[in-house]
């Protein structure tokens, strides 16, 4: 892309100034006027205006052998004048000449592709499976005439069932038991999840028949927790150390529908405790481990824990300390890397409470309505230019294959770089 600074005494000089050196094709990054200070009463003096415009063959093609009449084309499809446009014109972003209202619309997606695909990177979702999920919205963006909120992440929760990242809460079917053990590394809040569980269960669902069982000897005051939120919601109570106690615990609770089971915190390091606990629980059923992690823990952390634990088959994922974090790319990460479904999200301490049953709408709401909208409008102009370039020459490529295919692998699901795990979905009953 070239990019260039040009000076006139007004608009209309410029555009055609900028015409003669760049042609009809040229794209307007920003527009000032110029003033200075009089030298005898100190007042300011409107001298001209300076204009900054760039040609680059991308957008050459969108209106390529056609006329151009040097009208300015905003982003939101207004037409301005050029004396228009002179008077205090200083929003910044991509106009093209012309009257070519095809081009324009394409350069009012690529815009709005541009800036989603920023929002999604500064939640930290990975730059790859970013670009993925905008080049799948694209038919969508570039229809709308304008972007409802509510239409977005609709879109893109569709979008992310179809590549397969699911998210299901603790269900029980009729007639049918079922034993759910949480696990996870220490300090992530499996005692107190636990409790707001029982409390969802007990208290919204109506199931009498819910019990609560502690293996966590170690932490401190955590059987004596676990213990006064089982008398406060009416629960049975167990606990158990090794095997043998955990299976006449079992036993005793054999006649309970749901029976809730804390874990100790285990380290992801600790491949010896995580193999222990796999034999604790061999050959009882019906079984199912949630793994339990923080949303403030680091990307690569979370692929590592789930690496780790997957000596045990993890049936959900669940995150908790949403209220602790900013950014939730991660969370949408770890679910498109190992499509493991998520049950749970948990956003604090009140018992009961702070709990919500995870929903691909909530994920969606975590990364379209808390990413900077307005980052993309920071950037000086010739940056912006360059970043917009740089990125829609990345979609051209993830959608124009050797000779000019489209490869579906690509445009139907993640594609981590080679130096990402991949993980199989596991089945829900073990």
């Given at each position: ?136 919205l694209t038919p969508w963006t570039s229809s709308a ?286």
């Open positions: 892309m070239q990019i260039k600074k040009f000076e006139a005494q007004n608009m209309t000089e410029a555009l055609r100034m900028i015409k003669k050196e760049f042609g009809p094709d040229a794209v307007i990054l920003s527009a000032d006027s110029i003033t200075k200070k009089r030298a005898l009463w100190g007042g300011m003096k409107h001298v001209g205006v300076e204009v900054t415009a760039a040609t680059d063959r991308i957008y050459q093609k969108m209106g390529a052998g056609r006329s151009a009449d040097l009208r300015f084309q905003d982003v939101g499809g207004a037409v301005r004048s050029p004396e228009t446009a002179s008077q205090g014109f200083k929003d910044v972003g991509f106009r093209r000449y012309g009257k070519d209202q095809a081009s324009a619309k394409s350069s009012k997606s690529n815009k709005r592709n541009y800036q989603l695909y920023r929002q999604m990177v500064s939640q930290g979702v990975e730059k790859h499976l970013a670009l993925n999920l905008v080049n799948r005439e304008m972007i409802d909120i509510r239409d977005l992440k609709a879109n893109l929760v569709d979008i992310l069932t179809d590549m397969g990242l699911a998210a299901e809460p603790i269900r029980l079917e009729e007639g049918r038991k079922k034993i759910v053990v949480l696990v996870g590394p220490s300090g992530v809040g499996k005692t107190t999840t636990l409790a707001k569980i029982a409390a969802e269960v007990r208290i919204k669902s109506r199931l009498d028949r819910v019990a609560i069982l502690t293996m966590d000897h170690f932490r401190i005051g955590g059987i004596a927790q676990l213990k006064t939120y089982a008398d406060i919601f009416d629960l049975p109570f167990e606990t158990a150390s090794n095997r043998r106690e955990l299976v006449a615990a079992l036993k005793r609770l054999r006649q309970q529908d749901l029976i809730l089971v804390d874990t100790a915190g285990i380290s992801q390091s600790d491949r010896h405790s995580i193999e222990d606990l796999k034999h604790m629980f061999e050959r009882i059923r019906p079984l199912e481990f949630h793994l339990l992690m923080s949303a403030t823990t680091k990307d690569q952390d979370l692929e590592t824990i789930v690496e780790k634990f997957e000596a045990l088959p993890i049936a959900r994922l669940a995150f908790t300390k949403l209220d602790e974090s900013s950014t939730y790319g991660s969370l949408l990460n770890m679910m498109a890397r190992s499509l493991i479904p998520v049950s749970y999200f948990a956003d604090g301490q009140q018992v009961p409470g702070n709990l919500e049953a995870a929903a691909l709408d909530k994920l969606a709401d975590l990364i379209v309505e808390q990413g900077s909208r307005n980052d993309i409008l920071k950037d000086p102009p010739e940056m912006l230019a360059q970043k917009m370039v740089a990125f829609e020459k990345r979609l051209d490529d993830l959608n124009v294959g050797p000779g000019g295919a489209a490869p579906a692998e690509q445009l139907d699901s993640f594609k981590p770089p080679d130096n990402h795990r991949s993980y199989d979905r596991r089945a829900q009953y073990i």
